[in-house]
């Protein structure tokens, strides 16, 4: 498993100077998936820029927080900036491009490579590279099972949410996989009690694979 020593020592210096990395990320990577992706639409609305800038900055912070200044923070930065987009264009269009979640997979898979120059943590990136596998057949037998329950996004997503997963433990592929669908089923009983029936239709189940694997991440050791 990953250790999480260090974390709640890491420097307050470092949790802010992430968090703020993590903010001034956001609307970057906003701004060059505007430009390179135009199918997706124009910049969001500026209260949306600021949210989402504030969520990823958080959640950079809480992974400092967490985990300290270990070899894979890098590979976390990552997730929180692409994690949230990933989120907000889910929400807002029911669409979890391949590009985005192509990234995240790929530059996720080299960020945890890296370590292994230097002979550390082989052991966590073959786990990553193995919950990666794992997760993505669950989620694609899922989908041919099921598939107005699971989309094809979803069983994309599921791959690099698994490569996370496995790479911080074995219980957390378990439990993050798991939570994920509890997250989403919360979501559409809220929107089912609040009489917003069409909505609860269509609740993106993207953002909550990785709101699962963010808190999974954050309290599960």
Known sequence: MVSAEGGGSAGWLLVVVI????????????????RTLPRLGALPAPRVRM??????????AAFVLRFG??????????LAVLGVQLSRVDIA????PNQLVFILLVAGIVLLAAPLIFGQQADDFI???????????????LALISPGGIGMGDVKLAAP????????????????GLLGFIVNGITTAVLLGGKRRNMAKEVPHGPAMLGALALTALLIQ
Do not use: D, K
């Open 161 to 176: 949410v698994g490569l996370y997963l496995g790479y911080l433990g074995w219980s957390q592929l378990l439990y993050g």
């Open 127 to 141: 786990r990553a590279l193995v919950g990666a596998v794992i997760l993505f057949a669950a989620y694609l037998i």
């Open 93 to 96: 269009m029911h669409l979890l």
């Open 51 to 60: 949210t989402t800038a504030a969520v990823t900055g958080a959640a950079c």
């Open 19 to 34: 968090g703020l990395l993590g903010c001034f990320l956001s609307p970057t990577t906003e701004i060059l998936i505007a």
């Open 69 to 78: 200044n270990m070899p894979g923070l890098p590979a976390l930065i990552l």
